[in-house]
C-alpha cells in the first residue's frame, strides 16, 4: 500500500510569490489534514478534510492561505502571496476510520520563502 | 485537549532500555494516549496508542497507570536506528486534529 505523499519534497520562492503544495493520501482515506512546522517551533495543525468538505480550519493563519480537495481525493495547499514567515515545513496526514485511529504522515514538503 | 510535559532529550546506549515519560494531568475520560516517532526529514509515524493499563506491540509497550496522568513509553534494547523525536499526544477521538508538543529528542550512541 503506498503512503501518503508529497510534491514537492522542497521549494524556494520568494516573498510575494504563489506556491501549491499537493497531497495524495492513502487510498480510500475519507480524513486528510494539513500540518506545518516553522523554524524553531512545534508541529501545528492547519486544517482537516473530511471527504472534499473542511471540517475544521482553525489552525489555517490568514486568508493567504487556500487549501482544496476537490473530489476527495489529493488536495492541494496554495499560499499566496508567500511571506518569509510561511517558511518551514508543511506536513499532510491521512486517516480512515470513524473511531481513534493513527495518522499517517507524509514525507513533508519544505518550503523557503526568500 | 490536555496538554503533556516530557522530557527535552534523552540519551541511551544501544541495547538499553529506554523509557519516556509524559505527564498529561488534564487528562479527559475520553482521551487516549498516543505516541508518535519522528526521523529527521520525515512525517511522524504511529507508534503505539493506549487508554489504560499496558499496550505492547512489536515496536513499543505503553505503560498508563490508573489515574491516567501520566504514561510510559518503553523502547526495548534500543539501537542507531531509534535516534528520532518522540512525541507524546492525547486526544479524545480520530478526526480531530493532533496537537504536538516539543517532543523528546532520543540519541541513541554505540
Known amino acids: 500500500e503506498a503512503g501518503v505523499t508529497q510534491f514537492p519534497s522542497h521549494s524556494v520562492i520568494e516573498k510575494g510569490q504563489t506556491v501549491t503544495l499537493r497531497c495524495d493520501p492513502i487510498?480510500?482515506?475519507?480524513?486528510l489534514y494539513w500540518y506545518r512546522r516553522v523554524m524553531g517551533k512545534e508541529i501545528k495543525f492547519l486544517l482537516h478534510f473530511v471527504k472534499e468538505s473542511k471540517q475544521d480550519e482553525s489552525g489555517m493563519p490568514n486568508n493567504r492561505f487556500l487549501a482544496e480537495r476537490t473530489g476527495g481525493t489529493y488536495s492541494t495547499l496554495k499560499v499566496q502571496p508567500a511571506e518569509l514567515e510561511d517558511s518551514g515545513v508543511y506536513f499532510c496526514?491521512?486517516?480512515?476510520?470513524?473511531?481513534?485511529?493513527?495518522?499517517?504522515f507524509g514525507p513533508g514538503t519544505r518550503l523557503t520563502v526568500t | 485537549l490536555a496538554k503533556t510535559t516530557q522530557p527535552i532529550s534523552m540519551d541511551s546506549y544501544e541495547g538499553q532500555e529506554v523509557n519516556i515519560t509524559c505527564s498529561h494531568n488534564n487528562i479527559a475520560t475520553n482521551d487516549y494516549i498516543t505516541w508518535y516517532q519522528q526521523f529527521p526529514s520525515q512525517g511522524p509515524r504511529f507508534i503505539i496508542q493506549g487508554y489504560k493499563t499496558k499496550v505492547t506491540n512489536e515496536v513499543a509497550s505503553l505503560f498508563i497507570p490508573a489515574d491516567r496522568k501520566s504514561s510510559t513509553l518503553s523502547l526495548p534494547r534500543v539501537s542507531l536506528s531509534d535516534t528520532a523525536v518522540y512525541y507524546c499526544?492525547?486526544?479524545?477521538?480520530?478526526?480531530?486534529?493532533?496537537?504536538f508538543g516539543k517532543g523528546t529528542t532520543l540519541s541513541v550512541s554505540s
Open positions: 496526514a491521512s486517516s480512515h476510520n470513524e473511531g481513534v485511529d493513527e495518522q499517517y
Open positions: 487510498s480510500g482515506h475519507d480524513n
Open positions: 499526544l492525547v486526544g479524545d477521538q480520530a478526526g480531530t486534529a493532533l496537537i
